[in-house]
């Protein structure tokens, strides 16, 4: 089976496919939007199985273009808001969020959580900016370093496997560099990668593993998520997802 096939498979059962919480999300929405019943334009681009999108359809008198370049997890995303009564607020597409087919300031809002890693963050904050409107807020959370210094076995492993992390102030200057003005920063708390991702995650490797009957392929995407938490519970002190809220200059 091809690998991102199993990638999808050992993920789609779960609430969230990356750390976060609704205490999270509802925080960073205190921090970018004043009036919870303005009507808002969101993209939420990399939105998995729907952990924030659904959320902000909930809390916000929004629509929200929920974005992500695998259509398994829209699907499940649909399904939920259906369920949960939200899906004539939230449209869905699948597309790279590299070629988003969107219009010059069309949005209010750009939230993408855990997500933008995947372009790279600062190739992200600026390709999306067009996507803005002038005054509008981006909402981002992005691998950062919590310490000027760490340890050298996590800092070779994420230089490794993303070396555009760095610290908030970093961030924050790339953002300045590009026209925004960050407004708020906070780091996501332990039980954002725990209790809501790695533990669910952790119990959902047994099964995964009979389903593939225990083939190279999945026993090595175990091993490598098995490593990564293992850094965390190691190394919890020097990195965690920030979350960044900064509005586009006018
Ligand atoms: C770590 S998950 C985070 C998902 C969700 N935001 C959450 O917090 O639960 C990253 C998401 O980005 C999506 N993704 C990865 N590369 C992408 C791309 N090039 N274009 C669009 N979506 C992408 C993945 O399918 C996945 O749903």
């Known amino acids: 089976m091809e690998n991102m096939q199993l990638v999808i498979d050992l993920h789609i059962e779960g609430a969230r496919q990356g750390p976060g919480s609704r205490q999270a999300t509802e925080r960073a929405i205190d921090f970018a939007v004043s009036d919870r019943s303005i009507p808002l334009e969101v993209a939420d681009i990399g939105c998995g199985t729907g952990a924030s999108a659904i959320l902000l359809a909930q809390l916000l008198n929004a629509n929200i273009t929920a974005v992500d370049f695998l259509p398994q997890f829209l699907d499940v995303l649909r399904t939920k808001a259906d369920q949960l009564g939200v899906s004539d607020r939230i449209t869905t597409l699948a597309c790279s969020m590299e070629s988003l087919p969107f219009t010059d300031e069309q949005f209010d809002v750009i939230w993408s959580e855990g997500a933008i890693y995947n372009m790279g963050f600062e190739n992200g904050i600026q390709q999306w900016k067009r996507l803005l409107k002038a005054g509008g807020v981006l909402v981002v959370s992005e691998i950062t370093w919590t310490t000027a210094q760490r340890p050298l076995e996590i800092q070779d492993y994420w230089d490794t496997h993303y070396p555009e992390i760095g610290t908030?102030?970093?961030?924050?200057?790339?953002?300045?560099?590009?026209?925004?003005?960050?407004?708020?920063?906070?780091?996501?708390?332990?039980?954002?990668?725990?209790?809501?991702?790695?533990?669910?995650?952790?119990?959902?490797?047994?099964?995964?593993?009979?389903?593939?009957?225990?083939?190279?392929?999945?026993?090595?995407?175990?091993?490598?998520?098995?490593?990564e938490i293992s850094l965390f519970q190691q190394f919890r002190q020097y990195f965690s997802y920030g979350v960044y809220i900064a509005r586009k200059n006018s």
Do not use: I
């Not at 924050?172 to 996501?188: N, R």
């Not at 959902?204 to 392929?217: D, I, N, T, V, W």
């Open 168 to 227: 908030a102030s970093s961030k924050m200057k790339v953002l300045e560099d590009h026209g925004y003005t960050p407004l708020a920063y906070f780091a996501l708390g332990e039980e954002c990668w725990l209790e809501n991702y790695y533990q669910p995650l952790q119990e959902r490797f047994q099964q995964f593993l009979a389903r593939h009957h225990h083939s190279s392929e999945a026993t090595n995407l175990v091993a490598a998520e098995e490593r």
